[in-house]
């Protein structure tokens, strides 16, 4: 088509009302687009993060963080956050204060990749939900609020014991 007959079109179309067919269509339409916009952009990123590791939004409150803050006081070396993003993280070992607030779906294999990465010296410092299998060295906070700090030379202690007392 070319400018004439757009505009020809146009004034013909002006005036008109929508009428329920002409409203289903538009909303058909804007809905296609957008599921085609989803499908295009978003949907490749959430392929490869498996269903079991995706976990809702739901923000720190302020106390919340400020409990965190209390049990990284006073620590030196670098510090990350986990909790957003996919989880993909190649290099742990030169990380010594590592903040996870994360669903209780996702602890199991982090717990693994703690114990295989992080050095000694690490404190992990859980907020929302501890790690099930984790003995914490500290705490602060209640309810929703609290917050859980493992030690890692502790949390090694502790698996290498238990590992020792179990039948094999």
């Known amino acids: ?42 949907m490749p990123g959430f392929r490869r993060v498996p269903l079991r590791l995706q976990v809702p939004y739901v923000p720190s409150s302020t106390q919340q963080v400020a409990n965190v803050m209390v049990l990284l006081e006073g620590r030196s070396g670098k510090t990350v956050d986990l909790g957003s993003g996919d989880g993909r993280l190649v290099n742990l070992s030169d990380c010594y204060n590592v903040t996870v607030f994360l669903a209780p779906s996702v602890k199991p294999p982090l717990a693994a990749k703690f114990l295989a990465e992080l050095p000694d010296e ?22 929703l609020d609290q917050v859980w700090a493992y030690d890692m030379k502790e949390v090694r202690q502790a698996a290498q014991t238990s590992a020792e007392g179990s039948p094999v």
């Open 1 to 42: 088509m070319d400018a004439e007959e757009l505009e020809e079109l146009a004034r013909r179309l002006q005036g008109r009302a929508l009428g329920g067919w002409g409203l289903l269509q538009l909303a058909a339409g804007t809905g296609l687009a957008a599921y085609a916009v989803w499908a295009a952009v978003l």
């Open 122 to 143: 690490a404190r992990v410092v859980a907020g929302r939900f501890p790690f099930p299998s984790w003995t914490p060295t500290s705490t602060v906070g209640k309810g």
